[in-house]
């Protein structure tokens, strides 16, 4: 190789990273008139302009946030569509700087942030996977198409007003700064996504698992931190851990259940109902292809089993391995969530992006089936989103899209686990 040769590949990738660049740019543009659009309706009645119907989830953290400001408890508002706040504490006290805002523009204020946390996820994520690849074209490829797989529930977490998006880059900027050695900014992720959805704690497992009991420790101080010691500041000790007792009592309890369980909770439509074809976790599409109520013990079997070869794989992982037992597990998080909408699924950015880098360096015919399998997640995730009468989301198709994910992190990894690894080493 020339030392022409590096600046030659920029040079040829340049255009395509403008238009790339350009048609993102263009696209966050479009998405933010459906966003304000989607929070309406806004004005008097008589001159009101904006959606009819209410459908954002947005209004619901800032009304949550209204309450704080005004000393009411956060869980007992209802936004103008009717639902409840299903978060921990402190997320309503982040929410309040958008409470002061007007409507139209704390809508947009909280759109234009989340569309920054999705470039910067993106980018991690490329950078994570990317790390020891020098082909430019190659590194472009690992930044783009994953991101192509999972942006349309980048786009619905956009859309909706979602904490998807903040969730999925918490998880991700947790990883990526543990990996640069910045301990601290990782834990301080990592406890901000266990306390904004409790299932973060499974990569706190994951830390514990493989030792690294410096980011494991830092992260537990962050979790009491930020759900004990700072709300109760703002609550005061008894009302945070008031507050703390009713999520358990309405969110989190009624989330451990079974679906008969569950019909109880006022929650049911709004978020824990299994037959809801938004919900694609472990549970909730066995309980719909099945037709009838499953037991907690016959989901945790399911996802033990799930899990099992993860833990197999990982006993015997290195360095080429490793991301791609990182990224099974990230996926695993999801798969056997309680709750685990569609849009949560815009985290399997960074594990799509392990397994495109690792498929690059593998055989021929192991890298045609890693990008075949990689395709299929798209496609799915796409049908998701297409499909008006919602049979793809009824049968699982996010659910089934991960599983395949799952399957193809843990192959590559037993593959990077024999004699000869190539794929992170490019």
């Not at 523009?105 to 690849?133: H, K, N, P, R």
């Not at 009624?254 to 369980?261: F, Y």
Request: with cysteine; aromatic share 12%; charged share 15%.
């Amino acid at each position: 190789m020339t030392l022409t040769q590096p600046a030659t590949e920029a040079d040829r990738a340049r255009p395509l990273k403008l238009w790339l660049a350009g048609t993102t740019i263009l696209l966050f543009a479009f998405f933010a008139w459906i966003t304000l659009f989607r929070a309406g309706p806004y004005g008097a009645p008589g001159h009101q302009w904006g959606s009819p119907a209410h459908r954002t989830d947005f209004t619901v953290y800032r009304d949550a946030a209204a309450a704080v400001v005004h000393g009411q408890d956060p869980y007992v508002i209802r936004n103008s569509r009717g639902w409840a706040y299903v978060y921990p504490p402190p997320y309503s006290i982040v929410m309040v700087p958008f409470a002061l805002l007007p409507l139209p523009v704390s809508v947009l204020a909280w759109y234009f942030l989340c569309a920054a946390l999705t470039v910067s996820a993106v980018i991690m994520s490329g950078q994570l996977a990317a790390d020891a690849i020098a082909d430019e074209r190659k590194r472009l490829a690992i930044f783009f198409i994953p991101a192509l797989i999972v942006a349309v529930w980048f786009g619905v977490g956009l859309t909706r007003g979602q904490a998807s998006v903040l969730m999925s880059w918490l998880v991700i900027a947790a990883i990526f700064w543990e990996k640069k050695g910045k301990t601290m900014a990782a834990a301080a992720c990592l406890g901000g996504a266990v306390l904004l959805k409790a299932f973060a704690l499974t990569l706190l497992c994951y830390y514990v698992w493989r030792g690294r009991w410096k980011m494991a420790a830092a992260s537990v101080a962050a979790i009491i931190l930020g759900g004990l010691l700072l709300p109760s500041a703002v609550f005061g000790w008894h009302g945070n851990l008031h507050y703390i007792g009713e999520w358990t009592h309405e969110v989190a309890g009624p989330a451990l259940g079974s679906e008969s369980t569950r019909t109880h909770s006022e929650l049911y439509d709004q978020l824990l109902s299994m037959e809801r074809p938004r919900n694609q976790d472990l549970g909730s599409v066995m309980q719909r292809l099945a037709e009838g109520d499953q037991t907690r013990v016959m989901v945790l079997v399911l996802a033990a089993a799930l899990g099992l070869p993860i833990w197999l794989i990982g006993r015997k992982a290195n360095a080429h391995s490793e991301p791609l037992i990182l990224g099974a597990v990230v996926v695993w998080m999801l798969l056997v969530s309680p709750v685990a909408e569609d849009h949560y699924f815009s985290l399997y950015v960074l594990p799509a992006a392990y397994a495109l880098a690792a498929s690059m360096g593998a055989g021929r015919s192991m890298r045609r089936w890693g990008y075949a399998a990689l395709a299929a997640v798209g496609l799915l995730n796409l049908g998701a989103v297409l499909d008006i009468g919602r049979r793809f989301e009824i049968y699982g198709a996010v659910f089934w899209g991960g599983l395949l994910l799952l399957f193809l992190l843990l192959y590559l990894a037993r593959y990077e686990n024999g004699p000869h690894p190539q794929g992170m080493n490019l």
